[in-house]
């Protein structure tokens, strides 16, 4: 992670905030403050309060039917049934980002086979954008973006691959770039006439935006687009949305940024790999097709993790039925890491149609076994041993919806290999800090 880019504002004010800061509208207190604004010797009306409360009620359902149609559209853009898999330039860039490395990318999504592994998005994150003209419209870097957005995303469309843009639902991006608050319609217009396919949309410099409301705009500006653009919410996981996104965006990040190491914390908030999965537990429930957890994109490739913990978090993130996002440069990947990357065994649990999300079954320390139904009904299983020492994990039947009699049929994603038919439990050697990946079929 290139942490000279790491944003500084938007964090510490975002995870303080409270539902109500900056919005009276929503706070049970200030309603308590308004009534008590009423004189004890307000005259009562004809029929009583009772009455006037009623006449109140009416219309409000009036203006509700009157207004609704236009501020409370639900998501429902038939997008990102399964997880979204793509490549975005943060992770290894920053805000190094211009076309000819872009349309570099895109070409080893190709040459690499990540295409063909099911990678389609090649989405431009922070720093592509400089300005706003005189009528508002939003200005890419013409230095680095020479021939302009629109031709950029030809050329991503001209491999088969779809094009993925970056703004921020607050007056600047966390690199200060202008973000879209205020120009939510005419960003998503000019996104739509790009050819853009996907918008990740962040929230440094949201000062006291409430945040549900603030993604709805966009959410409705995308839908006024006319193009189906996958929504990406990333607000870190400050405004738990998991609780109000499912009808706003196809995906929301769950937690702070992650650091391309095995666990620990930065002082900026990023985190290290382990302590993003330790916080997806508890949220599997509020994801499915169409709306996912987003535990941040990948960090396979990028140098500071071993292969075998590059395995496990890879494993992790397809058990958890997160976004595969490749953060790495793909025109210099080590075939190693290649191969985690488009193991196939391993995506098709990511991209199982059920869209389940897994969740941990059983800990014991640092050994941990993680599983997810899949849609035939099998499960998938994750063995992880977060120890420093090489130990024997078990997944008991019993944990994973099984009765212990079942005799079932154990494969390795890893290996590509069947392991053979096992009642009640399977056993296996995990390397330290690494997985054994199965599935389980009755
Ligand atoms: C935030 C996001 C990152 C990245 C940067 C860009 O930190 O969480 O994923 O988009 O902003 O500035």
């Known amino acids: 992670m290139v942490s000279p880019h790491r944003p500084v504002l938007g964090y510490a004010g975002s995870l303080r905030r409270s539902p109500c800061d900056g919005d009276r509208a929503i706070c049970p207190e200030a309603k308590r403050v308004d009534r008590s604004v009423c004189s004890p010797s307000t005259v009562p009306p004809p029929g009583g309060t009772k009455g006037l409360l009623m006449k109140r009620f009416a219309l409000l359902i009036a203006l509700l039917a009157v207004f609704a149609p236009a501020s409370m559209v639900a998501l429902d853009n038939g997008l990102a049934k399964t ?9 290894k860039f920053g805000c190094d980002v211009s076309a000819d490395l872009i349309k570099q990318m895109a070409d080893a999504v190709v040459s690499s086979g990540m295409k063909d592994a099911g990678y389609q998005y090649v989405v431009i994150d922070d720093c592509w954008q400089v300005s706003r003209d005189k009528d508002g419209n939003i200005i890419a870097d013409a230095k680095r973006f020479p021939e302009g957005m629109k031709a950029l995303g030809d050329y991503i469309h001209s491999k088969g691959l779809k094009f993925g843009i970056y703004s921020d639902a607050g007056t600047g991006t966390c690199q200060n770039r202008p973000g879209s608050r205020g120009y939510e319609f005419q960003d998503a217009r000019q996104y739509a006439a790009w050819g853009v396919d996907y918008l990740k949309y962040d929230w440094c410099n949201h000062s006291t935006q409430d945040s549900a409301a603030s993604y709805s705009i966009m959410r409705d500006g995308l839908k006024q687009s006319g193009r189906p653009i996958v929504f990406s919410l990333c607000e870190w ?5 998991w609780l109000w996104a499912g009808d706003v965006g196809n995906l929301w990040r769950s937690t702070g940024d992650i650091v391309d190491k095995w666990e620990g914390s930065e002082k900026w908030g990023g985190l290290g790999m382990i302590q993003i999965v330790d916080l997806q537990v508890g949220l599997e429930s509020y994801a499915g097709p169409g709306h996912w957890n987003d535990p941040d994109m990948l960090e396979v490739g990028n140098g500071g993790m071993t292969n075998t913990e590059y395995q496990a978090h890879f494993s992790l993130w397809a058990i ?3 976004p595969l996002m490749a953060g790495n440069d793909l025109r210099t990947m080590a075939p190693a890491i290649r191969d985690i990357l488009t193991n196939k065994e391993v995506i098709a649990i990511d991209q199982d149609p059920l869209g389940r999300e897994g969740r941990r079954v ?17 499960r998938a299983v994750v063995l992880l041993n977060r120890s420093k020492d090489e130990a024997e994990v078990a997944v008991n039947w019993e944990d994973i919806g099984f009765p212990a009699h079942l005799s079932a049929a154990v494969r390795d994603l890893w290996k590509h290999a069947e392991a053979g038919k096992f009642t009640g439990l399977y056993s ?6 690494g997985v054994v990946m199965v599935t389980v079929k009755p």
């Open 237 to 241: 996981g400050s405004t738990k949305p």
């Open 320 to 322: 958890l039925a997160a």
């Open 428 to 433: 296996a050697k995990v390397a330290s800090h």
């Open 362 to 378: 059983h800990k014991d320390g640092d050994l941990e076994v993680w599983a997810r139904q899949l849609k035939d009904g099998s």
């Open 83 to 91: 997880p979204p898999m793509g490549w975005n330039s943060w992770n």
